[in-house]
């Protein structure tokens, strides 16, 4: 007689059944880690409808170009979204929302959808004008006898400086605070024993909270952060209060360095990448990056000469002729992605808001995704 072989207890049962789903949830989990950490696959590209030409800049998720006679916004994917007539031998500025353009002594004023807000004649010749949050500044006149005027979104009148500019020359100017409701200058003056910077601030529509001697080094750069204004020039960077008043254990040496891109975080510190001068100066023969940051001041070697780098999503990237380049923060060395082009890549114009740079190639124009490197959870975000 063929002896039956004793039934598993119920017990026993549900103890391998609960250790089995343990096993394929553990399993999962795995796969997904693994996933969830695999290097981006490569980088993908899109030409867009116009030549290389200084004319170009990024607009938010959009770029804008100027053919010499319209200004055109077009998308990443190479759409125009919107013209703009501004006539001959135009200039224009822009944050990622709004566009301050100039013909001759007229300004014009542009929303994202190409709308004009305001335009009209400011009765003298305009040098250049810039765009920020609420307001937009405008330097006309005489180099050497400038007036600034700062307008609102709408052209509404809301300030006006001409005697602290009197035998200066108007540099730049740029809104900072929160809600961009203060504003630096620089101006030259070339009339004393020895060149020299001054920078002013002021609140819009109320007063000059402050003017700085920045001495003889040439001032190229201001940065808003944390309520700091870095002020780089040549030698070294300084850092100042929205008054003007020095912090001067905050100062940084930068000198042979030169300021390439700037990322500013809505919260934390800002990034500043520098490349050396000397690799900057002609044909970007690029082959060493610095990061400054808070505390940090990080170096890093490139694997390869690139003709441009940047900073984005807390991640740096280089471009050289045949491959973009990634490194995060802390990472000791680059990720390489070959670029997807027939063409060699010529020069890094600038980064979008939504992960993506636009390049130059000889005449031709691309936008090419910036892998992050991890598809969740990367360090960046």
């Given amino acids: 007689m063929q002896r039956m072989k004793p039934k598993m207890s119920q017990k026993r049962a549900i103890t391998l059944l609960v250790v089995g789903v343990v096993v394929i949830v553990l399993l999962i989990w795995l796969l997904l880690s693994a996933l969830n950490t695999k290097p981006a696959t490569g980088v993908s590209a899109t030409q867009l409808p116009c030549p290389y030409s200084d004319n170009i800049r990024p607009f938010g998720k959009n770029v804008l170009y100027y053919d010499g006679l319209n200004l055109h916004c077009m998308s990443s994917s190479g759409s125009v979204r919107w013209s703009y007539q501004l006539g001959p031998n135009a200039g224009f500025d822009c944050t990622d929302e709004v566009v301050a353009a100039w013909e001759g002594s007229t300004i014009f004023i542009l929303d994202q959808n190409g709308n004009s807000s305001y335009n009209d004649n400011l009765g003298e010749e305009i040098q250049f004008a810039r765009a920020g949050k609420q307001y937009v500044g405008a330097v006309i006149g005489d180099s050497t006898t400038p007036r600034l005027v700062v307008k609102d979104h709408h052209g509404s009148h809301m300030d006006e400086e001409a005697d602290a500019y009197n035998n200066l020359i108007l540099l730049d100017l740029g809104f900072y605070g929160p809600n961009g409701q203060y504003m630096w200058t620089l101006a030259l003056d070339v009339f004393g024993t020895a060149a020299n910077t001054i920078m002013n601030t002021f609140e819009v529509g109320k007063m000059n909270t402050g003017e700085v001697s920045l001495g003889e080094p040439i001032t190229y750069a201001v940065v808003y952060e944390n309520n700091k204004l870095r002020v780089i020039n040549t030698r070294k960077m300084r850092t100042f209060d929205y008054r003007g008043t020095e912090d001067i254990s905050a100062s940084a040496l930068v000198y042979g360095w030169r300021l390439l891109e700037t990322e500013v975080p809505e919260r934390g510190d800002a990034l500043m990448l520098f490349a050396p ?105």
């Fill in 277 to 381: 001068t000397t690799q900057t100066e002609n044909i970007f023969d690029i082959r060493e990056l610095r990061l400054l940051s808070g505390s940090r001041d990080r170096r890093y070697s490139l694997p390869d000469s690139c003709v441009g780098a940047t900073v984005w999503n807390k991640t740096i990237y280089a471009l050289s002729g045949t491959q973009l380049l990634r490194a995060g923060m802390n990472d000791n060395r680059f990720t390489t992605y070959d670029l997807p082009l027939s063409s060699q890549a010529s020069v890094l114009i600038g980064t979008l808001t939504d992960g993506k740079a636009v390049i130059g190639c000889g005449d031709e124009v691309y936008v090419i995704t910036l892998p992050q490197g991890y598809n969740v959870g990367n360090e960046g975000r």
